[in-house]
């Protein structure tokens, strides 16, 4: 037993021998380098830029009031992504520049037609007329309302039955009333310091213009109208599509006539559109309807104005009066 235990203390003593001059060998090595971050190789420098963004920009020059067409624009990966730009190409398609873009542009919303402008539709155009309560439904009219514009004639308060009222323009598509709008834009009037408070204190006023999307060729008419009377919206629910005959009334003449058309030429067409509108309108035939009777008829009332007598303050006539109207002037005779 005891010869046993002496052969296993001989065992660890050696084994404490070889691990320890293990141990003296481990210590005599150098001591590794710390390891260095791998760089990448020369050949692949995307891993070292800075991130990119998708940004749409102009393919080729754009000018200002043109739409934009498809072939105008591509996308691009740019290092910055500037506030109001665009990620893809589907939005800009149509829309129209308020000025001129070069080549590589990036397209921004603030370079882009908005607000009234982009709702009237084409061969419209956007006419401001006077409003206030009783000629705006109460001020119940919205932006988005259908309105029939009603206009009302007032002769001379001596010829009373010469007065008119008659439909002037149907089913016409309000664009603003008063601050209010289609497009949704907060006014941007302000006072001459451009004080916030001002802009409430507008916003809560009565409002004084209705904007109304107009034909091109009936503006003359709505602008005479305004002048020579007073208008009258009367509001229509916007399902009622029903317009009337316009062949059941002749066409008013155009102020501006054409040359007559040569001998042997085909006989111009009527005026339409824009060329109307460039032939204008005369009040009398827009109060007349422009007839030959009705031309005649005014003159005739010109001409011949209805006599009147008015008494002085004793009952004794003091002779007659006689107005002579001219156009827009008025001129009483006594006799």
Not at 1 to 19: F, R
Not at 130 to 136: L, R, Y
Not at 200 to 227: K, Y
């Amino acid at each position: 037993m005891i010869h046993l235990t002496k052969i296993i203390a001989a065992i660890l003593v050696l084994l404490a021998i070889a691990l320890g001059g293990y141990a003296w060998v481990l210590s005599r090595q150098p001591v590794p380098p710390p390891p260095v971050a791998s760089t990448p190789a020369a050949g692949n420098p995307s891993k070292t830029q800075a991130p990119t963004f998708a940004v749409v920009v102009t393919a080729k020059p754009v000018l200002a009031g043109h739409p934009i067409t498809i072939d105008a624009l591509r996308v691009e990966q740019l290092p910055i992504n500037p506030s109001g730009a665009f990620k893809d190409t589907a939005p800009l398609v149509g829309r129209v520049p308020v000025f001129d873009l070069g080549e590589g542009t990036p397209l921004l919303e603030g370079q882009l037609a908005s607000g009234l402008a982009m709702r009237v539709e084409e061969g419209e155009r956007a006419v401001a007329v006077k409003a206030d309560e009783i000629m705006g439904v109460g001020n119940k009219v919205q932006p988005g309302d259908f309105v029939d514009v009603f206009v009302i004639l007032k002769s001379d308060g001596k010829d009373v039955d010469r007065s008119q009222a008659r439909l002037l323009l149907p089913r016409k598509r309000v664009l603003a009333f008063g601050n209010a709008s289609v497009d949704g834009l907060p006014s941007k009037s302000v006072d001459g310091n451009g004080n916030p408070a001002a802009q409430q204190q507008q916003r809560n006023d009565a409002p004084r213009t209705a904007v109304l999307a107009v034909p091109v060729a009936d503006i003359n008419r709505l602008s005479l109208g305004e002048s020579a009377g007073r208008l009258l919206l009367a509001l229509r629910n916007p399902l009622d599509t029903t317009l009337p005959d316009p062949t059941l009334l002749a066409a008013l003449p155009a102020a501006l006539q054409p040359p007559p058309s040569k001998r042997g030429e085909q006989p111009r067409p009527p005026l339409e559109g824009l060329d109307s509108a460039q032939g204008g309108l005369t009040t009398i035939d827009l109060v007349t309807g422009g007839t030959a009777a009705g031309r005649r008829l005014a003159a005739e009332n010109r001409a011949n104005p209805v006599p009147t007598t008015r008494s002085s303050g004793n009952g004794v006539r003091s002779g007659f009066e006689v107005e002579m109207i001219r156009g827009d002037k008025s001129e009483t005779l006594r006799y």
